[in-house]
């Protein structure tokens, strides 16, 4: 049963709906626990900026956004120039990173017909009000395939729900969400789940816990295979690791605080980080280029941060302290520039993009 499957007098509370569930039923995993969560939370309400939940790149400093823009004008430009291009945004908050890229790219003539895949209402609103002209789309199938796709996803893959699973006495078992009187706890699932961990775990000490994230590479791999028929270069950002490791990275957000992900069902951001080397492999698969994945601070400075920053401040002095401090939350080791990850792709007859590596 899911919160949608719930009698019209039942209580809205998602806590509630979830411990009558378990009662119910008993454990669920930890994937229907986070999926309807954050389906909950991000129909709701707007949770960005200083008055909601937590704060993304292209809120701190337009120079995120602007930079995004120029890389993809440039692979744009050296790649033909093809008039017709879609830009698709996974995510796009409330459309910031859109207008600044977009505006960036403007300057090499690069004007894409915008796409947007979103269902809250409440961003739809808010994406309305910065790039006009834009369509919306509750996933990537409604997305036109005649021409190259130009697409960014900035923290959209952290939300999509993961399973994880545990070592123990008996062998690997679903990570569940159970119940210890009221209080929602973690549950080791009854049954076998060896048969879905990779070969290099199976002998892991218990105690163990991996993640996987069915949705996250359920989208890579559509967005392989439609880059790879259409043409065209994605980037994908988010907070992760470039390497597969063990351990749950569940967490929760509220009001710019990290509290409980059993606390507030429904009303709190729950993500995971993202586990880039599987999403890698996973676009290998359909042979689309991995032009690479670094991090998010060697990524913008490559891309010259540093310069656009020392311009902007040029331009308006009084900005200047302001300015440096949002490109130190951007590139900083100690802020967003070690710990987020960013990772380029492009179809097989398109250039490699900067800031990476030869691509492979």
Not at 126 to 139: I, M, N, P, R
Not at 159 to 187: C, I, K, N, S, Y
Not at 252 to 260: C, E, G, I, T
Not at 335 to 347: P, R
Request: aromatic share 8%.
């Amino acid at each position: 049963m899911s919160v949608e499957d719930e009698p019209a007098d039942a209580p809205r509370d998602l806590g509630a709906i979830f411990r009558r569930l378990i009662r119910n039923t008993g454990p669920i995993s930890l994937s229907h626990f986070m999926g309807e969560s954050n389906a909950r939370y991000y129909a709701a309400k707007d949770p960005l900026g200083s008055e909601g939940d937590f704060v993304t790149a292209p809120e701190i400093s337009q120079m995120f956004g602007e930079l995004i823009g120029l890389w993809l004008a440039d692979l744009w430009v050296r790649a033909g120039r093809e008039e017709y291009v879609h830009y698709v945004e996974l995510g796009p908050g409330r459309g910031t990173l859109a207008k600044d890229a977009l505006r960036a790219a403007r300057r090499y003539g690069l004007g894409p017909q915008v796409h947007f895949v979103e269902t809250s209402n409440a961003l739809k609103d808010c994406q309305a009000e910065a790039v006009s002209g834009a369509l919306w789309h509750d996933d990537l199938s409604t997305v036109p395939m005649d021409a190259p796709m130009l697409l960014v996803a900035n923290e959209f893959l952290d939300a999509l729900p993961v399973r994880q699973m545990v070592r123990t006495a008996e062998g690997w078992r679903e990570r569940m969400v159970g119940l210890d009187g009221d209080d929602f706890t973690f549950v080791a699932g009854g049954q076998p789940m060896d048969s879905a961990v990779p070969s290099d775990w199976q002998e892991a000490p218990e105690g163990t816990i991996i993640e996987t994230n069915p949705g996250a590479a359920a989208v890579m791999y559509e967005i392989a295979g439609r880059l790879g028929d259409q043409g065209g270069a994605a980037l994908i950002v988010d907070y992760g690791y470039a390497e597969t490791q063990a351990g749950s990275t569940l967490q929760a957000v509220r009001a710019h605080r990290k509290l409980s992900p059993f606390a507030a069902p429904g009303e709190a951001d729950l993500t995971t980080h993202v586990d880039f080397a599987t999403l890698a492999n996973i676009a290998r698969s359909r042979n689309l280029r991995v032009l690479g994945v670094t991090t998010q601070g060697d990524f913008l400075r490559s891309l010259g941060i540093g310069m656009r920053t020392e311009n902007l401040a040029a331009r308006a002095p009084q900005y200047k302290a302001e300015l440096g401090a949002q490109r130190d939350r951007l590139i900083a080791d100690d802020e967003m520039g070690q710990l987020f990850k960013v990772m380029g792709l492009a179809a097989p007859d398109w250039p490699g993009g900067a800031g990476f590596e030869a691509p492979e």
